[in-house]
Protein backbone atom coordinates (compact mmCIF):
# COMPACT_ATOMS: atom_id res chain seq x y z
CA UNK A 1 0.00 0.00 0.00
CA UNK A 2 1.28 3.08 -1.20
CA UNK A 3 1.74 5.74 2.14
CA UNK A 4 3.36 9.20 2.07
CA UNK A 5 3.43 10.69 5.38
CA UNK A 6 4.56 14.35 6.45
CA UNK A 7 6.32 15.86 9.04
CA UNK A 8 8.08 19.09 10.63
CA UNK A 9 5.58 21.14 10.50
CA UNK A 10 4.34 23.80 13.04
CA UNK A 11 4.43 27.12 14.33
CA UNK A 12 7.27 29.56 13.12
CA UNK A 13 8.03 33.10 13.20
CA UNK A 14 7.77 35.15 9.90
CA UNK A 15 10.88 35.28 8.56
CA UNK A 16 12.42 32.03 10.19
CA UNK A 17 12.68 28.65 8.94
CA UNK A 18 11.13 25.24 8.90
CA UNK A 19 12.01 21.76 6.81
CA UNK A 20 9.31 19.13 6.03
CA UNK A 21 9.65 15.45 5.20
CA UNK A 22 7.87 13.03 3.68
CA UNK A 23 8.32 9.37 4.54
CA UNK A 24 7.63 7.67 1.61
CA UNK A 25 6.27 3.47 1.85
CA UNK A 26 4.60 0.73 -0.17
CA UNK A 27 6.57 1.43 -3.68
CA UNK A 28 9.95 2.07 -5.60
CA UNK A 29 10.48 5.53 -4.40
CA UNK A 30 13.45 6.02 -6.44
CA UNK A 31 11.33 5.51 -9.75
CA UNK A 32 8.93 8.09 -8.97
CA UNK A 33 9.04 12.04 -9.23
CA UNK A 34 7.32 13.73 -6.33
CA UNK A 35 5.15 16.97 -5.71
CA UNK A 36 4.47 19.33 -2.74
CA UNK A 37 1.37 21.28 -2.65
CA UNK A 38 -0.34 23.76 -0.22
CA UNK A 39 -3.55 24.32 0.70
CA UNK A 40 -3.93 27.53 2.74
CA UNK A 41 -6.72 27.35 5.19
CA UNK A 42 -10.24 27.60 3.75
CA UNK A 43 -8.53 28.14 0.17
CA UNK A 44 -8.33 25.84 -2.69
CA UNK A 45 -5.03 23.44 -4.13
CA UNK A 46 -1.89 25.46 -4.92
CA UNK A 47 1.09 23.57 -6.55
CA UNK A 48 4.47 24.05 -4.84
CA UNK A 49 7.66 22.83 -5.91
CA UNK A 50 8.28 19.02 -8.11
CA UNK A 51 11.77 17.31 -8.03
CA UNK A 52 11.95 14.52 -10.98
CA UNK A 53 12.78 10.68 -9.46
CA UNK A 54 16.33 10.99 -10.00
CA UNK A 55 16.71 15.18 -8.75
CA UNK A 56 17.71 16.28 -12.36
CA UNK A 57 14.63 18.52 -12.75
CA UNK A 58 13.39 20.73 -10.20
CA UNK A 59 10.54 22.76 -10.85
CA UNK A 60 9.42 25.76 -8.59
CA UNK A 61 6.18 27.97 -7.69
CA UNK A 62 7.09 31.78 -8.92
CA UNK A 63 5.41 32.26 -4.86
CA UNK A 64 8.36 30.56 -3.68
CA UNK A 65 11.33 30.59 -5.83
CA UNK A 66 14.40 31.40 -4.15
CA UNK A 67 13.15 30.47 -0.92
CA UNK A 68 11.64 26.91 -0.57
CA UNK A 69 14.48 24.34 -1.72
CA UNK A 70 12.95 20.71 -2.76
CA UNK A 71 15.07 17.49 -2.17
CA UNK A 72 14.96 14.13 -1.53
CA UNK A 73 17.09 11.09 -0.78
CA UNK A 74 16.56 7.47 -2.59
CA UNK A 75 18.08 5.97 -0.06
CA UNK A 76 15.66 7.00 2.91
CA UNK A 77 12.51 6.77 0.63
CA UNK A 78 12.10 10.57 1.85
CA UNK A 79 11.41 13.84 0.01
CA UNK A 80 12.01 17.54 1.70
CA UNK A 81 10.88 20.65 1.36
CA UNK A 82 13.07 23.08 3.23
CA UNK A 83 11.63 26.53 3.42
CA UNK A 84 13.34 29.76 4.48
CA UNK A 85 12.48 33.49 5.19
CA UNK A 86 8.52 32.52 6.09
CA UNK A 87 6.07 35.22 5.47
CA UNK A 88 2.10 34.42 6.53
CA UNK A 89 1.06 33.73 3.15
CA UNK A 90 2.83 30.69 3.62
CA UNK A 91 0.21 29.39 6.20
CA UNK A 92 -1.36 26.10 4.37
CA UNK A 93 -1.88 22.86 4.80
CA UNK A 94 1.30 21.54 2.91
CA UNK A 95 0.53 18.05 1.21
CA UNK A 96 3.46 15.32 -0.59
CA UNK A 97 1.83 13.66 -3.73
CA UNK A 98 3.73 11.31 -5.58
CA UNK A 99 4.08 11.74 -9.27
CA UNK A 100 2.46 9.21 -11.90
CA UNK A 101 4.94 7.19 -13.31
CA UNK A 102 4.55 8.69 -17.07
CA UNK A 103 3.53 11.98 -16.36
CA UNK A 104 5.20 13.54 -13.47
CA UNK A 105 2.74 16.67 -13.63
CA UNK A 106 -0.09 14.74 -12.00
CA UNK A 107 0.19 13.03 -8.66
CA UNK A 108 -1.65 9.95 -8.15
CA UNK A 109 -1.26 9.60 -4.24
CA UNK A 110 -1.42 11.88 -1.23
CA UNK A 111 -0.25 12.31 2.00
CA UNK A 112 -2.66 13.59 4.93
CA UNK A 113 -0.77 16.78 4.89
CA UNK A 114 1.35 18.81 7.41
CA UNK A 115 0.12 22.12 8.53
CA UNK A 116 3.04 25.10 8.86
CA UNK A 117 1.75 28.14 10.64
CA UNK A 118 3.80 31.21 10.14
CA UNK A 119 2.76 33.93 12.91
CA UNK A 120 4.32 36.03 15.17
CA UNK B 1 0.91 31.19 -16.54
CA UNK B 2 -2.15 29.35 -17.56
CA UNK B 3 -5.05 30.66 -15.50
CA UNK B 4 -7.76 27.78 -14.50
CA UNK B 5 -11.39 29.23 -13.93
CA UNK B 6 -13.57 26.39 -12.45
CA UNK B 7 -17.47 26.43 -12.35
CA UNK B 8 -19.85 26.89 -10.52
CA UNK B 9 -17.87 26.94 -6.58
CA UNK B 10 -20.79 26.06 -5.18
CA UNK B 11 -23.55 22.78 -6.90
CA UNK B 12 -26.46 21.09 -4.76
CA UNK B 13 -27.76 17.97 -6.11
CA UNK B 14 -29.46 14.60 -5.05
CA UNK B 15 -27.96 10.67 -5.26
CA UNK B 16 -29.21 9.87 -8.36
CA UNK B 17 -28.64 12.80 -10.66
CA UNK B 18 -26.18 13.90 -12.47
CA UNK B 19 -23.77 16.79 -12.83
CA UNK B 20 -21.22 18.88 -14.77
CA UNK B 21 -18.66 21.03 -13.49
CA UNK B 22 -16.59 22.82 -16.05
CA UNK B 23 -12.75 24.47 -16.07
CA UNK B 24 -11.57 26.79 -18.67
CA UNK B 25 -7.86 27.44 -19.20
CA UNK B 26 -6.67 30.49 -20.46
CA UNK B 27 -4.59 29.69 -22.82
CA UNK B 28 -4.64 26.49 -24.85
CA UNK B 29 -3.48 22.97 -22.76
CA UNK B 30 -4.38 20.96 -25.38
CA UNK B 31 -6.13 17.27 -23.36
CA UNK B 32 -3.78 17.75 -20.33
CA UNK B 33 -6.23 18.39 -17.61
CA UNK B 34 -6.50 16.23 -14.45
CA UNK B 35 -9.57 15.70 -11.78
CA UNK B 36 -9.14 15.59 -8.36
CA UNK B 37 -11.79 14.87 -5.07
CA UNK B 38 -11.01 15.85 -1.69
CA UNK B 39 -13.24 14.15 0.85
CA UNK B 40 -12.55 15.09 4.88
CA UNK B 41 -10.51 12.57 6.72
CA UNK B 42 -9.18 10.71 3.07
CA UNK B 43 -6.57 11.88 1.35
CA UNK B 44 -6.75 13.53 -2.11
CA UNK B 45 -7.99 11.46 -4.99
CA UNK B 46 -6.86 11.62 -8.80
CA UNK B 47 -9.81 10.97 -11.27
CA UNK B 48 -9.14 11.72 -14.65
CA UNK B 49 -5.98 12.90 -16.38
CA UNK B 50 -5.14 14.04 -19.92
CA UNK B 51 -8.69 15.22 -20.48
CA UNK B 52 -10.75 11.76 -20.36
CA UNK B 53 -8.24 9.38 -19.31
CA UNK B 54 -10.27 7.73 -15.66
CA UNK B 55 -6.94 6.83 -13.13
CA UNK B 56 -7.51 3.08 -11.76
CA UNK B 57 -10.19 2.49 -9.21
CA UNK B 58 -12.51 5.37 -10.45
CA UNK B 59 -16.22 4.61 -11.15
CA UNK B 60 -17.48 4.32 -14.84
CA UNK B 61 -19.91 7.06 -13.50
CA UNK B 62 -17.11 9.83 -13.97
CA UNK B 63 -16.04 10.90 -17.12
CA UNK B 64 -14.09 14.28 -18.98
CA UNK B 65 -14.20 15.58 -22.00
CA UNK B 66 -12.67 18.82 -23.98
CA UNK B 67 -9.82 19.91 -24.92
CA UNK B 68 -8.26 23.29 -25.75
CA UNK B 69 -9.68 25.75 -23.35
CA UNK B 70 -12.93 23.60 -22.21
CA UNK B 71 -12.95 20.58 -19.80
CA UNK B 72 -16.00 19.25 -18.36
CA UNK B 73 -16.34 16.91 -15.52
CA UNK B 74 -19.82 15.15 -15.58
CA UNK B 75 -20.76 12.49 -13.04
CA UNK B 76 -23.93 10.40 -13.46
CA UNK B 77 -25.76 9.02 -11.35
CA UNK B 78 -24.80 10.87 -8.65
CA UNK B 79 -23.47 8.41 -5.23
CA UNK B 80 -23.52 9.32 -2.02
CA UNK B 81 -19.32 8.94 -1.85
CA UNK B 82 -19.47 11.30 -4.45
CA UNK B 83 -20.61 14.44 -2.51
CA UNK B 84 -16.86 15.73 -2.11
CA UNK B 85 -15.18 19.05 -3.51
CA UNK B 86 -13.43 18.79 -6.93
CA UNK B 87 -10.59 20.32 -8.15
CA UNK B 88 -8.85 20.64 -11.66
CA UNK B 89 -5.45 20.93 -13.11
CA UNK B 90 -3.46 21.43 -15.83
CA UNK B 91 -1.02 19.17 -16.31
CA UNK B 92 1.20 20.60 -19.63
CA UNK B 93 3.50 23.00 -18.28
CA UNK B 94 4.94 24.88 -15.27
CA UNK B 95 4.22 26.20 -12.87
CA UNK B 96 1.54 23.91 -12.54
CA UNK B 97 -2.31 25.42 -11.91
CA UNK B 98 -4.88 24.47 -10.16
CA UNK B 99 -8.98 25.36 -10.80
CA UNK B 100 -10.27 27.17 -7.44
CA UNK B 101 -12.58 24.03 -6.86
CA UNK B 102 -16.28 23.17 -6.78
CA UNK B 103 -18.02 21.78 -3.29
CA UNK B 104 -20.43 19.22 -4.66
CA UNK B 105 -23.37 18.97 -1.58
CA UNK B 106 -26.42 16.92 -1.02
CA UNK B 107 -29.77 18.52 -1.83
Known amino acids: EVQLVESGGGLVQPGRSLKLSCLAS????????MNWIRQAPGKGLEWVASISSSSSYIYYADTVKGRFTISRDNAKNTLYLQMTSLRSEDTALYYCARSVITIAAISDYWGQGVMVTVSS | DVQMTQSPSYLAASPGESVSISCKAS??????LAWYQEKPGKTNKLLIY???TLQSGTPSRFSGSGSGTDFTLTIRSLEPEDFAVYYC?????????FGSGTKLEIK
Open chain 2, 27 to 32: KSINTY
Open chain 2, 50 to 52: SGS
Open chain 2, 89 to 97: QQHNEYPLT
Open chain 1, 26 to 33: GFTFSNYG
